[in-house]
């Protein structure tokens, strides 16, 4: 079955820099690709996601880029702000199947 | 923000017992999906339903795992005899996919699940 890589366990960034984290997935008809967040205590925070008919997708300052090829997806946060800081999730998902998810990473970001 | 109500949120069970949760989708969705989340934020997809029927499960639902979304009730997932690795985080996630997986799907807050 599927399998999620998320490569970087946590991630410390200054306030105002730009955070990336990326994910490789070994299933080549995993088609969709959703990242979500989780706060300390609380449940998972659907944050932006990518449909493999596509290689970027930008939501205010979050982009999302997939490159089919190398099998891998990754989130960029820019202009971090203390909000940010949280656990995220990459995921991937072959039709009609439940999410595969990675182990996720802690980005903590500082003054 | 997600409207996906589980409960209850916190269950404590010992071995052997009975541990049954809740989910309420968001309204309109008609896909709901349930998932394990363990301490070392490993997921696992547990299975899923479009409206009263199940779409796929996993091999470990079909043996101490059941689950159910009967009509104009909430979908429930039971465990008919805890043991003490089932100790997680449930998750239950709705959305408006006709089943193809590839529609955002948003959680609930979890019932954490303590097996004594």
């Known amino acids: 079955g599927e399998k999620v890589e998320q490569h970087e366990s946590t991630l410390s960034v200054r306030e105002g820099d730009s955070a990336v984290i990326n994910c490789t997935y070994t299933?080549?008809?995993?088609?969709?690709f959703p990242w979500y967040k989780q706060e300390a205590g609380k449940s998972l925070h659907f944050v932006i996601d990518?449909?493999?008919?596509?290689d970027r997708k930008q939501s205010q300052r979050l982009i999302v880029l997939l490159d089919k090829k190398a099998k891998r997806f990754s989130l960029h946060i820019t202009a971090t702000q203390p909000e940010d800081s949280a656990i995220y999730f990459c995921?991937?998902?072959?039709?009609?199947?439940?999410?595969?998810f990675g182990l996720g990473t802690r980005v903590s970001v500082f003054p | 923000n997600s409207k996906v109500i589980q409960t209850p949120r916190y269950l404590v069970k010992g071995q052997g017992q009975k541990a049954k949760m809740r989910c309420i989708p968001e309204?309109?969705?008609?896909?709901v999906f349930w998932y394990q989340q363990n301490k070392n934020n490993e997921f696992k997809f547990l299975i899923n339903?479009?409206?009263?029927?199940?779409?796929?499960q996993i091999d470990m639902t079909e043996k101490r795992f059941s689950a159910e979304c009967p009509s104009n009730s909430p979908c429930s997932l039971e465990i008919q005899s805890s043991e003490a690795g089932d100790s997680a985080l449930y998750l239950c996630?709705?959305?408006?996919?006709?089943?193809?997986?590839?529609?955002?799907?948003?959680f609930g807050p979890g019932t954490r699940l303590l097996v004594l």
């Open positions: 996630a709705s959305s408006l996919s006709s089943g193809t997986g590839l529609d955002t799907q948003y």
């Open positions: 299933d080549t008809a995993s088609s969709y």
């Open positions: 990518i449909r493999s008919n596509v």
């Open positions: 995921a991937a998902s072959v039709y009609a199947q439940g999410l595969t």
């Open positions: 309204k309109g969705h008609p896909v």
């Open positions: 339903f479009q409206n009263q029927e199940v779409l796929q």
